[in-house]
Antibody, heavy 121, light 107 residues
């Protein structure tokens, strides 16, 4: 069974950093692109980052480019999101997501339960 | 960036209704649109990929159509368990972008 379990969320002050983790199991992690998608409270979904199977290619929207870094450790079947210079508008539930099949980046067939990040002083 | 505009933003529906919602892309995205369902307090769930392909295990009352810039998602026989917010997302290019969602509520 595919499982994605996010962790690392919490309350953080504006301008500080936070690192999220996603522990994957039930599939060969190294074969899959992975992504982060977030959802601000009572708002819609926003794609945050995607990483290729080897980690050599990463993609971001302008809203987080230069502040967020997606990475992975295939040996540990883990996905990460390093978030720097956090802003109040980064407050959201962050989901880890996996596509349907290997070697493609979408659609997102599997989602974690999410971890809440609150940016506030 | 490609803007995905969903309409309507909400719908009041009854069980048994046929429900249709739309998603319009600001530029041609081919057939690269996926549809997700999100129930209150839950993670999103993939229903339709590449505009018209039903994902594994998704009931056949859910259908998608369209190409280019105009896409439609239909629930043919609304069930109570289908109450949710539905999102389209374009996967034609980066950055991936979602529509604002269509919320289904009981009349």
């Amino acid at each position: 069974e595919v499982q994605l379990v996010e962790s690392g969320g919490g309350l953080v002050q504006p301008g500080r950093s936070l690192k999220l983790s996603c522990a994957a199991s039930g599939f060969t992690f190294s074969n899959y692109y992975m992504a982060w998608v977030r959802q601000a409270p009572k708002k819609g979904l926003e794609w945050v980052a995607t990483i290729s199977t080897s980690g050599s290619r990463t993609y971001y929207p302008d809203s987080v480019k230069g502040r967020f870094t997606i990475s992975r450790d295939n040996a540990k079947s883990s996905l990460y999101l390093q978030m720097n210079s956090l802003k109040s508008e980064d407050t959201a539930t962050y989901y880890c997501a996996r596509p349907t099949i290997a070697a493609i980046s979408t659609p997102f067939a599997y989602w974690g339960q999410g971890t809440l990040v609150t940016v506030s002083s | 960036d490609i803007v995905m505009t969903q309409s309507p933003t909400s719908m009041s529906i009854s069980v048994g209704d046929r429900v249709t919602m739309n998603c319009k892309a600001s530029q041609n995205v081919g057939s690269n649109v996926d549809w997700y369902q999100q129930k209150t307090g839950q993670s999103p769930k993939l229903l339709i990929y590449k505009a018209s392909n039903r994902y594994t295990g998704v009931p056949d009352r859910f259908t998608g159509s369209g190409s280019g810039t105009d896409f439609t998602f239909t629930i043919s026989n609304m069930q109570a368990e289908d109450l949710a917010v539905y999102y389209c997302m374009q996967s034609n290019s980066y950055p991936r972008t979602f529509g604002g969602g269509t919320k289904l509520e009981l009349k």
